[in-house]
């Protein structure tokens, strides 16, 4: 096979599912609990710092994944209190205020870091060769970690006792409510987990970004378009989406250059918004 | 409020008489920033919708005039130029509101997500098109306006941008299209049953936004000499939002408010305090929070004051409704209806022929509701027709429906809460009246017709024009509907259960209303009820649905004594 | 007669500015049923809704043997051993029939709904499909079998026999009167008087959002609760 045919599709397969990764923490907190949280950029910058910082103290690189855990974690613990728990009947005042804690987490991100951009070391050097092409081995391991991540979330969701009372919450909170579910705690735990998801894809793609304090914009929106296209609550909403956006955008951008890909998606996500608002695979 | 107003325009030409000019250019530049956030305030405090990337209006603007002024110089076609770009910003605007508007009903998170990547896109354009823009170090070398070159005839080129967009925007606050703006926010979905079409009100509002962008753009070019993809990007916009929130969106000087306080403290503080503007993001949480009035929000019993007594101008007779005004003429035919996986209407026929009272009975989930949904085009029909005078309307989108002389009242009754009783009546009084342009004219407030002079002789409380909506009980909230719904004149008048919640000398004052209103406009009254003493008052004809089919029909006689009826309502044994 | 185990004096309450359920009152004891009768629109799910929890009393007071419980919130009035089944959206459809029963239980075992499911056959077929696949009188009948296997002192039924075959509503009949005996005091709100007859032990009829008669099975004849049910 032609190496470099081997090449764009791997980029393609790798576009696609590291956008995945970025989409879950979104696709837990907008896709399940409804609530549009802009600031989902920022969990993924927090992230990314967090890789950044564990390299400047000269900790391995997978220390940076339980620190990021924290603090998103205790981000998300805070903000769901304080922010999203007061508002949840009012989405377009959600949407406002992580608006205003998006920019809060950016501001704070240059007073702690300054304006500039970081370089975070790939903690997997070299190449592997695969099928007739040398691969980048750190993109590789992350392709797989995406997949697994995915895998394990979606069985995990589905079969665990957990997951059926976050479903149950989340398709009929009234008889949720009835039968004693903890609804409140249930969906604080649930934010939290997306956040943690957003910020452990932040640490993962960080030594292939610049790490700076506007990272978190394009993430946004580019997650936002893959459920709109896809469609809210569903796994295969979350992975058409991202096929979508993802094989558009690499392409585009191989093809042309990056304002094309941009273009592109956002004529996709514009028409989606216009003509199918729901997606492909919403839930019902 | 002349007063007020003068006060204000003198102040603002006088200021630059204390003021260094060094000072006097910083704050003309944040005069234009002004008027941009005096568009958001329209959009946001007004129309009930956010835009995130206001800058890019700005920004196009402040590109476009920039290349003219390097084109053309010293010529004075530039004066006619320099307004065409900020139309030209306007124009975008009212496009973007149009295309995005159509498809979504609720403006909400999806319409400002677009503005968002919309405005990145534009940064993105901004940087790389070299050749045009000068990419990422902007337009360079941008003459001043030919006769407008030192540092105080800058401020006053300014100050007169920022005072006719203020005085643009307290003109359309005052007209109709700003009270209709209002309610968009409040209740959409009822402005649109009121025969207007909703989404053409919010492009308008966006287009309008653009164009005060636009304005704050064009001067800046010539201004500052340097037009950089900064002012076109996020960081502006995200800066005018904060602004328009602290200063106060509700108000027309509120965002003004906001640019000159916070835009000018962050510049004089930015450095000196590291964090800022880490404080100013959390501050903008705080006042969306807790103090959405923002800063002014605590002027506000100045404001009051300055306000002065409310006079009553002497009103002016509406003209009449627009269309036909027989009564109608109403045909189901074999419509069915699902919402997901629920069939709500199934094979329905039914037939309605004015005038007279009418009354549709039937258990929950007969489809009652979701009948008159179907009449209003709320409810779109997987098979089946509906026919209005013969002629079809499935699949007309509500306003138009209205058009053709179709009134709703809701259950709980759906009225604007936070406007006063007048403006409640003149939204309905607006309805099928006054023309697009019309909606530009303040006179238009003082509209009144032969129906509303009945109305409040029955009902005084309606006279209380100054009244906040809100403030109104419950039984006086059903009847400020009912009275809104008749005024419309409509010739098909779908009534939800009128009479709910109603003490007993309210009910009776209703159906004697009711009835009266069908003797004189001589309509079609299709009536939803539960309460089977008022089907007896009231109708003429009783139509039973039952599982989203006509189960019977007829007089109260014959409907009591059908055996399905009865079994349907008792239940048995299967 | 015991005690009331449930207690409403006055309620008021109702969507928005409209009072939908004005001064309702009543009570029902241990090992009885009171059967909330009327016709569409009195106010009858509004008035459960507001003994839930789900709406606010603007006024009057709930008691749960003596305590009262106007103030709690839905999860609250749960755990203080109050059942509901709703009328509307009575599973959750997204979840399997094993997984709606087994939700708030320790483990998957069935073992508590043996009686339920060999009566209703159906619903032993369908363990692994979603709930969702299952027709309006199957999802009653779901919704029943995990109330009753929650076995707490107070249940709510709204309209528990709505699209019922007339066999299973006899089972249903059965497996209430089975519930009674072990001390649990019911409220069912019904529309089939058939049905009403045979379980109830008290009525309370109402008609706009008011209470307009109550009495004990004695006392109450056919021809009175027909009049307030018939158009």
Redesign the interface.
Known sequence: MDPLIVTQALNVVYGVTTLALLVLGLAVIFGLLGVLNIAHGEFIMAGAYCAYVTQANGWPFVAALPLALIVCGALGIVVERGLIRPLYARPFDTLVATWGLSLLLRKLAEALFGMGFYNVDVPLHGTVALLGTDYPAYRLVLIAVSGAVLTGLFLWFRLS?TG??I??MV??R??????????RRLAAYTFVIGTCLAGFAGVLIAPLVPVQPFMGLDYVLKTFFVLVVGGLGTVMGVLSGAAVIGGLDSVMSAAIDATSGYVTVLVVAILFLWLKPRGLFA?S | MRAASLALVALVLLLPLGLSDYRAYQLALYFLYAAAATGIGLCWGRAGFLPLGQAMFFGLAAYLAGLTLIWLGDSLWVFVLLPLAAAAAGLLAYGIGFLVFRRQGESGPYFSMITLALSLLAFQVATSWNDVTGGFNGLKGIPGLPGFDDFSAAYYVSATALLIVLGLASWLYAAPIGVLWRALAQNERRVALFGFNTNALKAVAFGVSGLFAGIGGAIYAPQQGLVTPQVAGFGLSADLVIWAAVGGRFGLLGPTLGVLLVGALTTELRDRIGFWEVLMAGFFILVVLAFPRGLIGVAAPLVRWLEGRQHSPPAVPAPPRRGASEPAHLMLSDVSAEVG?VKILQHLSLKIAGPGIFCI????GAGKTSTFNLLTGELAPRAGEVLLDGAEITGLPPHRIIARGVGRKFQ??MIFVDLTVAENLCIALWGCRATRLELLIPRLKRWTSPMLDELVGRYPFLAAGHRRAAEL??GQ?QILELAMALLTEPRLLLLD?PC??LSPEETASVIDLIRWAGRKLQIAIVVIE???TLVKELAGIIY?LHNGALLAQGDVAA??ANTD??AV?????? | MSLPRLVFDGVTG???????VRAVSGQVAPGEVLCVLG????GK?TLMRLL?G?LRCQQGSVRLDGIAIETL???AR??LGI??C?QE???????SVR?NLT??RPNRDLAPFADCLARFPILARRLDQHA?TLSGGEKKLLSLT?GLA?ALPMMLLDEP?EGL??ENILHMAALIAERKAAGTALIVV??????AERIADHYLVMD?GRVVLTGSRADTDRAQL?AH???
């Open positions: 006792r059926a009372r479903q149950a398709g009929n009234e008889l949720a409510e009835a039968v004693g579910l903890p609804v839930r | 996986e009975i039937g258990p929950n709980i009754p009980s419950h909230r259960e709910a919640g539960h309460d089977m039973v409907v009591r009826v009865q309502y008792v239940g048995g044994e299967k | 109702g969507y928005g500015s409209a009072p939908v016709r569409n629109g009195t799910t839930m789900y919130t839905t999860p749960h755990a059942s509901y709703p959206r009575p599973v959750f459809d997204d979840l997984d939700l708030m969702g995990r929650e026999s075959q007339w019904e529309q089939n008087l058939a049905f706009q027909l049910l018939h158009v």
